[in-house]
């Protein structure tokens, strides 16, 4: 899948046609597929009712998507998923966009505008290569950070604020 896009109708007689494929297609529990035209190129696109609406998600052709073997058939399957699950359970929330930005439009906005003040734009100097770490052994650690945290709340409780926390 690649983009999604609300789907509207046009006119009296497209709400018709809209609202009765939209029912139908909850109805059945299925996605459509149909083809659209955006600028100049065709696209698959892939219709499914979310109750009042029709969200279509763009679909990539198959010459668009690399062969996964390439990639994935020489990695191990690892039995090692209590402590990954433990891991993602106890940092697992609610999803909220508001809390994601765009960092690299934030930066890219803002260096437009120190351009368009006349401000002198520095290069940023070149950031050191990432360390490489060992996943199963950071997995390791943030769990044991976790498991400490939680024992030192249920003997202690939680801090209070006569402690300064």
Avoid: W
Wanted: with cysteine; glycine share 8%; proline share 7%.
């Amino acid at each position: 899948m690649s983009n999604p896009y609300y789907i509207v109708p046009d006119g009296h007689a497209g709400t018709q046609a809209f609202a009765v494929i939209r029912d139908s297609l909850e109805k059945e529990g299925m996605v459509g597929i149909g083809r659209v035209v955006f600028t100049t190129r065709e696209h698959t696109i892939a219709p499914e009712a979310r109750g009042k609406d029709i969200l279509g998600a763009t679909l990539r052709y198959p010459y668009e998507v690399r062969d996964k073997l390439k990639y994935f058939d020489d990695i191990p399957s690892e039995r090692k998923g209590d402590l990954a699950a433990h891991i993602i359970k106890t940092k697992c929330g609610h999803f909220n966009p508001k809390n994601f930005k765009d960092r690299c439009d934030h930066a890219l906005k803002e260096l437009l505008r120190k351009k368009d003040r006349g401000e002198k734009i520095e290069v940023p100097p070149d950031r050191e290569p990432a360390k490489v770490i060992n996943l199963m052994e950071a997995l390791r650690r943030s769990a044991k950070r976790d498991m400490q945290l939680r024992l030192t709340l249920a003997v202690d409780g939680p801090p209070t604020n006569e402690e300064g926390h």
